[in-house]
């Protein structure tokens, strides 16, 4: 295992570790980021099961200012903060299926839109 993640660490492929918990996902995850290029910037752990699905994309995706009551300003989220570094996304199968489907998106196109934002951001 620790081979295969050296081995993937020098690539910008997506990677996907899967195992139950306490398994080491996220010190796989680490290894991958601590031996890739992108290994100066961020690191961003989002552990996506104690995160309210009502938050959960203003939490990835940012949100713009006034998107919501007490959306005072812009925030940026966890892509945008991981951008450069890598973000590990765990126990992402516990968000909804429509968070899901925006994850995969972002992903796909690598693009993300602010909770009420009119812009792409890259």
Do not use: W, Y
Not at 57 to 69: D, I, M, N, P, R
Request: contains cysteine; positive net charge.
């Amino acid at each position: 295992m620790l081979k295969l993640a050296d081995k993937v660490a020098g690539t910008d492929a997506r990677v996907l570790i899967m195992g139950p918990n306490g398994s080491g996902k996220e010190l796989i995850a680490r290894r991958i980021h601590d031996n890739s290029p992108r290994r100066l910037a961020p690191f961003i752990e989002v552990n996506c099961a104690a995160i309210p699905s009502e938050l959960i994309e203003s939490e990835l995706f940012g949100h713009e200012k006034g998107a919501f009551t007490s959306a005072i300003k812009d925030r940026r989220g966890k892509f945008e903060m991981a951008e450069g570094g890598t973000l590990f996304l765990d126990e992402i199968g516990d968000m909804g299926l429509d968070a899901q489907a925006k994850v995969l998106r972002a992903l796909q196109e690598n693009k993300i839109i602010r909770v009420e934002g009119r812009r792409n951001k890259s």
